[in-house]
């Protein structure tokens, strides 16, 4: 065989910030219960899936979809009660959002959020070669660091500004009145990530007519259709005009507009299974705070941050998922993470099996 050597490079074809940069990893969860991802546990009730698989059985999916899923985004507008002055773009899950956001701005923008906070804003950043600004949130209470930000704003006028509300992965909501001063000193955009709406009692669509920089994001997967992948971003036509320049005409699937448009109009589901997540939620919330060496922060979302004594996260880690059980290892990132893991929360039983498992490991 007669191989050419030719002098190939990768450092040559691809952006220095794509080298520097690594994957996104999920970790294999195969026989685990699953409690790393903020997934909705529950399934649906049997008759419910035979409804659902009817309205599945015609989708003609020989054709292209609706590439502005009329029906779906209607329906989207009426379950959460959007005033018709304002428009709402697909996205495939709101990480397509956040990455349509980016792209459309120029490379010498500045992108600010939190930190910790949810990774894809830095990794989508990054990738792009924007100027990404993260500000930590306050040590004793997770919230933000008003003073900070709103120097950063003045010195960098960031163009969009993330804030998840609630924050992941403290699962707490940051001060109202602070995100207030934000979104009227800010004049870049301000994006609220509701991606945890259905386990806190708050939301900014409300705010939307006040202010013209505002966007609020949300997800159908922490609702409990990770599977269909379809985020939603609300906010002024003027906005939203932009970004469905850049989005992919197709982004959403027949299979999941058909599916998210059937699920949405049998809420009443995901409402009895989002009680329950809440329930759970102060059990676990409470359990853990009786352990020792054990503080777990209040959480408005589907899942508990806590910290353990010095130096005993990864280990701890490790014990539990020997037990069967996988959460997630937050430690690695230091900062205000050190010593810190995340359990999302599951069914009662699966709840048990990792409070059982951190006991035997402390
Ligand atoms: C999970 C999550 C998302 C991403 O949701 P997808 O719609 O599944 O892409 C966005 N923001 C925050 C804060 C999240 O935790």
Redesign the pocket.
């Known amino acids: 065989m007669n191989l050419i050597s030719r002098p190939f490079e990768i450092t040559s074809i691809f952006r220095k910030e794509i080298l520097a940069m690594s994957a996104y990893k999920v970790a294999d969860a195969q026989g685990l219960i699953k409690l790393d991802a903020?997934e909705n546990p529950y399934n649906w009730p049997e008759d419910l899936k035979l409804a659902w698989l009817a309205t599945l059985k015609d989708c003609p999916i020989n054709r292209y979809p609706d590439p502005t899923a009329q029906e779906l985004s209607q329906t989207i507008k009426r379950t959460y009660q959007i005033d018709d002055q304002f428009d709402v773009m697909l996205g495939n899950?709101?990480?397509?959002i956040?990455q349509l956001l980016l792209m459309a701005l120029p490379n010498t923008a500045s992108v600010m959020a939190p930190a910790p906070g949810?990774v894809?804003y830095k990794q989508l950043s990054d990738c792009l070669g924007l100027n990404y600004l993260s500000i930590p949130l306050r040590a004793d209470d997770f919230d933000l660091d008003l003073p900070t930000m709103l120097e950063t704003i003045r010195l960098y006028q960031p163009s969009v500004i993330f804030l998840?509300y609630p924050?992941?992965p403290t699962g707490n909501l940051f001060s109202h009145s602070a995100i207030l001063e934000i979104i009227n000193l800010a004049k870049g955009l301000v994006v609220i990530?509701e991606?945890?709406a259905p386990f806190a009692d708050a939301s900014f669509i409300d705010s939307l007519p006040a202010h013209d920089n505002l966007l609020v994001m949300r997800?159908?997967?922490?609702l409990g259709l990770?599977g269909l992948?379809?985020?939603y971003i609300i906010g002024r036509p003027a906005i939203i005009e932009q970004l469905n320049k850049i989005r992919l005409p197709y982004n959403i699937n027949s299979l999941t507009q058909l599916s998210a448009n059937f699920a949405l109009c049998n809420y009443a589901i995901f409402d009895f299974q989002t009680n329950k997540i809440c329930r759970e939620r102060s059990r676990i919330f409470n359990q853990l705070n009786t352990l020792t060496g054990i503080i777990a922060y209040p959480s408005s979302a589907n899942f508990i941050l806590f910290k353990t004594s010095t130096d005993q996260a990864n280990r701890i880690f490790l014990a539990i998922k020997e037990q069967g059980v996988l959460i997630k290892d937050m430690s690695s990132q230091g900062g205000l993470l050190a010593d810190c893991l995340r359990v999302t929360i599951g069914k009662p039983v699966e709840n048990d099996a990792f409070i059982t498992a951190l006991k035997n490991c402390l």
Do not use: C, Q
Request: aromatic share 10%; net charge negative.
């Open positions: 903020m899950g709101s990480d397509e956040i949810f894809m998840a924050n992941n990530d991606a945890y997800t159908v997967s922490k990770a992948r379809l985020g």
